[in-house]
């Protein structure tokens, strides 16, 4: 699969696809959007009240995400073990190339996070240990549960499979009591399949370049 590296307007980089047309991040800003959407509306909220937080993330890709959350992790002195699925993993060359490490200071972060062995966990550093395995997300199992799902699959349109009811039920038994999920898609039709499996679902303003946001919670109302 032919894919390029590409520059967002906050300067970061991004993938994309031309077969498809997709790019692994908004065009507005990859960094900026990963914050917003996964940092700050996903990871933030838990870290307040948790000293030691479960992350699973559905497109490991770039690493981005796990390179943000690594600096939040290290910066609030709290504990993260992070999963990630990842199907196409990206190639040396191409992890090589991105330039988050030089943007964000973790250079040596991002190399590492990409050249650690799939299929088990490995300490990072004292706040942050990573998982990564080379699994179809519609494949993963897990004994253990998460606080927090950052949901970044391509967009509907390019992946439907990913964003069904069935899907969503499999990530709500993912997830442990009050858990939330987010993700940068705000579609009317993903909303409702999360809402059919029982999660409670609000709109939050999207990141810069984007009207709106999903965030899900699988709270004790849900259950009942
Ligand atoms: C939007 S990109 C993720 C961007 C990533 N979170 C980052 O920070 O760079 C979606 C990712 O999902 C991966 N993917 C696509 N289908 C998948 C599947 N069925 N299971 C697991 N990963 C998949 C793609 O290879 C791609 O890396």
């Known amino acids: 699969m032919k894919r390029e590296l590409q520059l967002t307007f906050d300067g970061s980089h991004t993938i994309f696809i031309p077969s498809s047309g997709v790019t692994y991040h908004s065009k507005h800003g990859a960094i900026q959007e990963s914050l917003h959407v996964f940092i700050e509306a996903g990871l933030m909220p838990v870290m307040q009240h948790q000293k030691e937080i479960h992350v699973f993330e559905m497109g490991f890709g770039t690493g981005l995400n796990t390179l943000l959350t690594l600096q939040a992790a290290t910066k609030q002195q709290k504990k993260v073990e992070y999963t990630a699925v ?5 190639t040396k ?7 988050y490490g030089a943007t964000l200071q973790l250079q040596n972060e991002l190399e590492q ?12 550093n004292p706040f942050f240990s990573l998982y990564k395995t080379q699994t179809a997300l519609q494949n993963f199992h ?3 549960l998460f606080d927090v799902i950052y949901y970044d699959a391509f967009a509907p349109s390019a992946q ?3 964003w069904t009811k069935d899907i969503f039920s499999q990530l709500f ?3 442990k009591d009050n858990g939330l999920l987010v993700t940068y898609c705000s579609k009317g039709e993903v909303r409702r399949a999360m809402q059919a499996v029982g999660f409670n679902v609000s709109k939050l303003p999207g990141a810069p370049g984007k009207r709106e946001m ?6 004790n109302k849900n259950l009942l």
């Open 86 to 90: 990842e199907l196409y993993p990206l």
């Open 173 to 175: 038994s993912l997830l």
């Open 214 to 219: 999903l965030k899900a919670i699988k709270t």
């Open 113 to 124: 996070i990409h050249t650690i062995p799939w299929e088990r966990m490995e300490k990072i």
């Open 142 to 144: 897990s004994t253990q």
């Open 160 to 162: 439907p499979e990913l």
């Open 93 to 99: 060359e191409e992890y090589e190339a991105l330039n």
